[in-house]
Every structure is written in C-alpha cells, then in structure tokens.
C-alpha cells in the first residue's frame, strides 16, 4: 500500500524501475516520442519521471505501469496472479468446516469488511484550491500526444461520477480533451458507466457534476479500468485491493467525494446536452479514433498538493504501458469470469490484437457445441462483449504460446462448419464495423471433434513421444553434445 503517487515513484526508483529525465522536453509529441521508445524495449522499458516538461513547472511521470513487475508493484504484490489466486479463494463458495476453516473464513471477511472508503475532512489533495479566473488547465503538462490529435489529452484520468437516481459512485478512465483553461470534453465512450450516468443525468433534465482525479494510490487508478460491474465500487474495490479503506474528502465546489492522497483534481460540471468535437486521438488500436461529438466538462476548481507529479501515458500501435494494465485485468478478472463460466480453464487476450479484439480460451470440453456456448457467454459478459474474435481450445493447449495456438487453429478448424458468426456492440473505438458501436463478431471452434457433434470420421491423436524413450534420451543428452 502506498501513500500516495509520489510514494509509489519513490518505490519504483529504489527498485531500480524508474529514470528521471532532467532534459527539458516539449508537452508536444517530444514526451511521447521519448515515451514510446522506452515502451517498445523488451519488457516495457524504465518508467520516467520528466522533471523539466517545457511550459509546466510540475512534473511529468509516465510508463509508471508499464512492466508486469511495476504492474504488480502498484497493486502491493509481487506478481499480478497473486491477487488473481486470492480473488480465487474468496469466490470459492464452500462450507467452513472446522475451526481453522472457519477462523480463515472470517479473516476473508475482515478483509471485505475493511474495503468500504472512509470519508475524512481534508487532505493532500487540496492543499492548493483554485477557482474562478485562477483555474487555467493550461498550467499542467498536458499531453498532445500525437501529430494528428485534436489537441492536448489528459490520458490517465480517473473520473469520478455518480448515479443520478441511484447516487452509487462510478470511477472510469476517460480521456480528457482539454479546450482551454476551464473546459475540456469528457469521452465516456456510449457503452461506460459514465455514459449512462449522463443519460440518467439527461432524462431527469440535470447536469451532472464530476471530478477528474489524477494519482492517489495506484491501486486507483486499476480500480478505474477494471471492467467492474456497475454494483461494485471502484473505491471499495481499491480499498480490498490496498488492504486498507480508500480516504475520501468532498470536494470543494461539487459534491463528489474524491481520494485525499491524489495529486492533482478537476472539480467540475457536464451538460449531457452540450456537445462538441473531441478528437482525433492516437488511440489503443494504432489508428486515430476519428473526431465525434461528446459532453463538455466544465471546471469549476482546480485542487492539487504542492509540488504535484502530473501522472500520464500514451496509447498508440502495440505493445505499449495500456498492454501491462490490460494483462492484469486479464490475470486478476479471470476468476471473476469463471464465476459465470466455470468451464473456462485459461483465457489469454494478446496484446498485439489490442486485448478485447481477441481471445483465445481454453476448456474442458463436456458436451456437443460446448465451445460455442462458452463464445456466447464471453459475449454476453460485460466488456467481454467487444470480443471481435474468440477461439476455443481444447484443454492440452497453453493459450499463451502463440506457436501452439496457431497450430491448433491450423490443424483443427474447419471453418466453415467450426465458425459462428454473430453481431451486437462492439467498442465505440473500432474504426473496421460500418457502424460505431455496432458489427461482426466470430468465434472458431478449435477443440476436437465429436461424433455427436457430426464428424463422421476419426479424429487422430496428437503426435507424443512415449515417456521412457524421453526419459533414456533426457539421461544421455548431455553425452551427445548437441
Ligand atoms: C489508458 C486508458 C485510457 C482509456 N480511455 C478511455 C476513454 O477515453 N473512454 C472510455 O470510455 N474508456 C476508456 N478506457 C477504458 C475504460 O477505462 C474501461 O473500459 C473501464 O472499465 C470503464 O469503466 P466503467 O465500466 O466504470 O465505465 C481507457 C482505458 C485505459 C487503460
């Protein structure tokens, strides 16, 4: 658990992860050419820390997450899977029997227990207040990422909302456009729960207030890309994840509470109504998503600590730091979808295909059509439903070896019977369906064939070596010199 965001960089240079960068570098594109070196190096490269960004005196922080070690870093473990086998746990619906089962079972509890945030009266977060003529967004480093972008992004925004008929709390990470020095666009994509809240928010005709929150523990900032169900909320999410409640304090001129340790916030408004160009952005798919129209955020505060670190990233052709975010999505939500559906042994979602545009799974195969009632359930889960492509393996196969999967989809589908082509929602990003939102999705059956499923034929064994041959042959291999 950290402190802060600071605390987190302080933690990221004595493990050796982080570099700083004392050479003034320009906002515009110079940042993210430095940056997306340093992303494409085998491992993800060094986080920077930019300590003279031209035209800012705060500075700039950015591939912070960028390696599975950092990744695990900012969750407190020391490898994502970690969280994933405890999530497993906890969700395992079994009986307490015996003392020590049950001593274990309420400690799981406490945990829970511990989760929910705790409201307090002030923090780091506001210790600088501005307002009125003093907020001007043009003072923080903001990056145009991109040649082609609209302008400058704030690309690592958590935005807090809430629902206008329920309250609950939303934390969702949408880019922010920033106009000038008191608005920016707010891009919750038509399928976020910040969309929705604008869309509840329009029907009962009111505006809706919102805070754009930027560091805090980056447990938080996970918590705001987790593609959580809209009943649970992020912050109590972060808070079972840091073992600790997430400290909340209202902000100053909206009345959203907002974590006490972030660096820096924008207090604000948006009219659902009031709609206006946001993009082009150089996007997570390596195109530029086209300029569309979207809410204006207007910003009524802006608070910070003193001597914040502005934290960013920038998305743009695979691999970059999004991809380390995205593997542990993968790896910790793994056990949430088995909850559904529980035949799923692995699922794998590479980061060259952009993550949510494929996935290859792998299952114990039980019945006739099983692989096509498993595509049907991913797509019909949550953000699973943006799938462009899933393929069904057989449980002999290690999803994550790209030589494996190829060489069961080569050998083993036939595409015309194994292939089921559907349509429904796809993410507002994809720029290939003729329609925004809406398009083709296919799944391909790569099991073995059954009998019963029609194949009238024999289906071959897979070529293995018998053990003791490999047994005799591990013994003499060093004696061969190959
Ligand atoms: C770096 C980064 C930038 C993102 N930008 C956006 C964005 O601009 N708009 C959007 O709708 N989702 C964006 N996402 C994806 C959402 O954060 C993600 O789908 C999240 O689960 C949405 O939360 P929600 O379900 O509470 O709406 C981004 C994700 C990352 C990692």
Redesign the pocket.
């Known amino acids: 658990m950290y402190s802060d965001f600071q605390d987190f960089l302080r933690a990221l240079e004595r493990a050796g992860e982080l570099k700083r960068v004392p050479v003034p570098l320009s906002p515009e594109l110079e940042i993210t050419e430095v940056a997306d070196r340093c992303m494409k190096m085998p491992g993800g490269g060094p986080a920077l820390l930019i300590e003279n960004p031209i035209g800012s005196d705060i500075p700039v922080a950015i591939n912070a997450f960028g390696s599975r070690k950092r990744m695990s870093m900012a969750l407190g473990v020391g490898d994502v899977e970690e969280i994933a086998l405890e999530l497993e746990s906890l969700l395992k619906p079994e009986v307490p029997v015996g003392a020590l089962d049950k001593l274990r079972a309420l400690s799981k509890l406490g945990r829970f227990a511990k989760s929910p945030p705790r409201k307090v009266d002030g923090g780091i977060a506001q210790e600088i207040v501005l307002t009125g003529k003093d907020v001007d967004l043009t003072r923080l480093p903001v990056l145009k990422c991109w040649p082609e972008d609209g302008g400058p992004f704030i690309?690592?925004?958590m935005v807090f909302t809430h629902d206008p008929l329920t309250g609950k709390r939303?934390?969702?990470?949408?880019?922010?456009q920033v106009f000038d020095r008191n608005t920016t666009a707010m891009?919750?994509?038509?399928?976020?729960?910040?969309?929705?809240h604008a869309r509840r928010a329009a029907e009962k005709k009111s505006k809706i207030e919102a805070c754009v929150v930027l560091g805090g523990d980056p447990v938080y900032?996970f918590s705001?890309?987790?593609?959580?169900?809209?009943s649970i909320d992020?912050m109590m999410f972060a808070g079972f994840l840091r073992h600790e409640p997430v400290r909340l304090v209202k902000a100053k001129t909206v009345d959203v509470w907002v974590p006490a340790d972030a660096e820096i916030v924008l207090e604000g408004v948006v009219d659902p109504n009031e709609l206006r160009v946001e993009g082009p952005?150089g996007d997570?798919t390596g195109y530029y998503s086209l300029a569309d129209m979207f809410p204006v955020f207007h910003v009524s505060a802006i608070t910070m600590r003193q001597r914040p670190v502005y934290p960013a990233?920038i998305?743009g052709i695979p691999p970059m730091?999004?991809g380390f975010?995205?593997q542990a999505?993968e790896r910790i939500f793994l056990p949430l979808v088995r909850l559904v559906v529980p035949e799923l042994l692995d699922m794998h979602l590479p980061v060259e295909a952009c993550f949510h545009n494929m996935a290859f799974v792998k299952i114990k195969k039980r019945y006739p059509g099983h692989a096509f009632k498993v595509m049907n359930a991913l797509w019909g889960l949550?953000?699973l439903m943006f799938t462009k492509f899933i393929f069904v393996f057989d449980e002999d196969v290690d999803v994550h070896d790209l030589r494996d999967v190829l060489f069961r989809i080569g050998a083993n589908c036939d595409p015309k019977r194994d292939s089921l082509v559907v349509q429904g929602p796809l993410d507002?990003?994809d720029h290939a369906s003729n329609l925004v939102g809406f398009g083709g999705k296919i799944g391909f059956d790569c099991t073995h064939k059954w009998a019963s499923e029609g194949y009238p034929r024999e289906w071959p064994r897979l070529i293995t070596m018998s053990d003791s041959v490999k047994k005799r042959i591990d013994a003499l291999w060093p004696e061969l010199g190959l």
């Open positions: 690309t690592l925004p939303n934390v969702g990470m949408y880019r922010i891009h919750w994509q038509m399928h976020k729960v910040g969309a929705e900032t705001a890309i987790a593609p959580l169900p809209p992020e952005f997570h990233t998305v730091e999004d975010m995205g999505v949550g953000q507002q990003l």
